[in-house]
């Protein structure tokens, strides 16, 4: 199961588009990316084009279905690590190679974006887009990055979406640096409230795996990336069997194995993998990326008999149904996906518990 400081993985990412988020960027740039051996850096910045105007005319769910197809195809194009730095600039960063293949490929996402964008019957050009590129030996400094990035996409318009500068790495204006590198030391300290604010928000309780806020913006996210590049996605929803034994015992009984649980499954999922905690009873959900039904039904099964064996060092020995939907066959949205595991589900509780059903 993916995580960074918990079992919910949604600290440094940005929910709607699955990039690496504002404070995660902020991170990265201070531990220079990584790049230990010094190698030539470009960073692709991605500006969404009139995004205020695209959310009043057309309203914010498609304006948030926009951003969304943009980090997944910024991702898939480039490769890179990418960063949604604000709510409609995003940031990819290329290391290693030669500055002429990053700009090839910032070129091939350009072009690609705006022919999909034209698919869409989105005004052209649909992002403006700058290519930065840093001498290799160096490390990054962090102010002139932003400085760099803040004054370059300002010199794009309509006209002229897409330019490609060497970046000024000169640290002569040391006033600007300054306040810069007090921003950025202000948003890391944001960045830990922040954290703080989203454990409460997306995180349930009980078990510490993403709740159903979090499920929502996934789930979503998963399946829009299956959509746009052809490739399947399968979901669980599992519900312990026979578990009020445990609740009559006191709540806090009922507690302990919704834990037991969820400890059990997600040690067991495929790197990936995504669980939650469904709703606030004893259910829960994963998601499986790329994962055919066969697949799914194979990973179901080793799920089912790993928590039955683990509960028989429990208070009671116990067991889970899972009901398994996958796109397309059963949907193409999260809903039709939702309803049609939930159909599945239940003909698992009610043919016997304890075994997997994949929806028809």
Known sequence: MVEFDSPNPFFQVDLLTGSSNLVSFSKALDNNFENDMLEV?????????????????????????????????????????????????????????????????????????NSEAQQLELDLPVVRMVVLHFPDGTPLNPSVVWKNLNEKIEVTSREEPFKV????????????????????????????????????????????????????????????EAILESKQLSLFLIDGDNLKQYNNNGYEAGDDVIRKITQTLGAALRPGDFLGRWRMGDEFIIILPATTADQAGMVAER???????????????????????????????????????????ASAKMTGKNRVVVAR
């Open 41 to 113: 850096v470009s960073l692709i910045a991605v500006d969404v084009y009139q995004l205020r105007d695209i959310n009043q005319i057309k309203g914010f769910d498609y304006g948030d279905s926009l951003l969304r197809w943009l980090g997944i195809a910024i991702k898939d194009e480039t490769g890179a690590n990418v960063y949604r730095i604000s709510g409609d600039n995003f940031v990819a960063v290329l290391i290693g190679g030669k500055h002429r293949k990053h700009e090839a490929a910032a070129r091939k996402l350009f072009d690609r974006l």
């Open 303 to 345: 799920l089912r008999t790993t928590v039955e064996q683990a509960s028989y060092g429990w208070l009671y020995p116990t067991s889970i149904s899972i009901g398994i939907a996958y796109y397309p066959k059963h949907g193409y949205t999260a809903g039709q996906l939702l309803e049609a595991a939930q159909k599945a589900l």
């Open 165 to 224: 500068f060497d970046a000024d790495t000169s640290e002569a204006d040391t006033a600007t640096l300054k306040a810069i590198e007090l921003m950025a030391k202000r948003i890391e300290t944001l960045g830990g409230t922040l954290q703080y604010t989203f454990k409460l928000a997306y995180t349930d309780p009980v078990s510490g795996a993403p709740n159903m806020l979090a499920i929502q913006r996934r789930l979503d996210l998963l399946l829009s």
